[in-house]
């Protein structure tokens, strides 16, 4: 038993035309929406500040000898065994305890970072805080205990600091102009989607046009409305 279905065709020309007619809707969204992500980037999310330092990862203690380049395979590859020292609760809770600090080990890992710089026997260590010159000193306090740390407990190698911790003057967040320009986005987004969204929904018959692209039949008259005295 076969069944006849009419699938409903979205036409790309009315969709154009519906957001011709509602371009002024479109900026103004746009607008404020960007508007809206300025401000809140500006005037409610903290900024944030990074320090960072580096340091060299060597596979032996004694560093006066030469170099061969197998020991700099093998130093490059002990970056990523180091980092997970450098965060680890061995060396953070030291941190806290010589700062004085007034927060948890997770809370302090959570601002560390570790990473190898070129995938070279070069470390980075970063933090990030609100206040910069935190940020500072715990990047400081962390290239003076992770060294003792790692020689405990690889028993093998050496790391010295090669860079001083130092602080980016300028905040790493939030990014306002960025922020901005994806809150218009956002905005005109959503406003084009909930455009289509009332065109595709929409299944009454507005003009003479629906009349025969929907029903398929002819439009032979139409009955204006008018006003006469308050009454329709």
């Given at each position: 038993m076969e069944e006849n279905q009419d699938y409903e065709t979205i036409d790309l020309l009315e969709l154009l035309g519906v957001?011709?007619?509602?371009?002024?809707?479109?900026?103004?969204t746009t607008v404020l929406a960007a508007l809206a992500g300025f401000l809140v980037s500006?005037?409610?999310?903290?900024p944030q500040y990074q320090a960072s330092a580096l340091m060299i990862v060597n596979t032996r203690q004694?560093?006066?000898?030469?170099?061969?380049?197998?020991?700099?395979?093998?130093?490059?590859?002990?970056v990523s065994t180091y980092s997970i020292i450098v965060k680890s609760d061995t060396v953070l809770n030291q941190v806290i305890a010589n700062?004085?600090?007034?927060?948890?080990?997770?809370?302090?890992?959570?601002?560390?970072?570790?990473?190898?710089?070129?995938?070279?026997?070069?470390m980075e260590i970063t933090v990030t805080d609100p206040n910069?010159?935190?940020?500072?000193?715990?990047c400081e306090q962390i290239t003076q205990v992770a060294p003792d740390a790692i020689l405990t407990a690889v028993e093998a190698g050496s790391v010295k600091v090669i860079s001083a911790a130092s602080v980016d003057p300028d905040p790493v967040s939030?990014?306002?102009p960025r922020n901005t320009a994806i809150a218009g986005v956002l905005g005109l987004v959503a406003c084009v989607g909930i455009l289509f969204l009332r065109v595709l929904l929409d299944n009454k018959i507005n003009t003479e046009d629906d009349v025969t692209k929907h029903l398929g039949l002819t439009v032979?008259?139409?009955?204006?409305?008018?006003?006469?005295g308050g009454k329709r």
């Amino acid at each position: 038993m076969e069944e006849n279905q009419d699938y409903e065709t979205i036409d790309l020309l009315e969709l154009l035309g519906v957001l011709r007619q509602h371009i002024l809707a479109l900026l103004l969204t746009t607008v404020l929406a960007a508007l809206a992500g300025f401000l809140v980037s500006s005037f409610v999310l903290t900024p944030q500040y990074q320090a960072s330092a580096l340091m060299i990862v060597n596979t032996r203690q004694d560093t006066s000898a030469n170099v061969t380049s197998d020991q700099l395979t093998s130093a490059s590859r002990l970056v990523s065994t180091y980092s997970i020292i450098v965060k680890s609760d061995t060396v953070l809770n030291q941190v806290i305890a010589n700062l004085g600090l007034n927060m948890t080990y997770e809370t302090l890992a959570s601002k560390v970072e570790v990473s190898a710089v070129d995938e070279t026997q070069v470390m980075e260590i970063t933090v990030t805080d609100p206040n910069p010159d935190g940020a500072r000193q715990v990047c400081e306090q962390i290239t003076q205990v992770a060294p003792d740390a790692i020689l405990t407990a690889v028993e093998a190698g050496s790391v010295k600091v090669i860079s001083a911790a130092s602080v980016d003057p300028d905040p790493v967040s939030p990014n306002i102009p960025r922020n901005t320009a994806i809150a218009g986005v956002l905005g005109l987004v959503a406003c084009v989607g909930i455009l289509f969204l009332r065109v595709l929904l929409d299944n009454k018959i507005n003009t003479e046009d629906d009349v025969t692209k929907h029903l398929g039949l002819t439009v032979i008259g139409v009955i204006p409305n008018y006003e006469n005295g308050g009454k329709r």
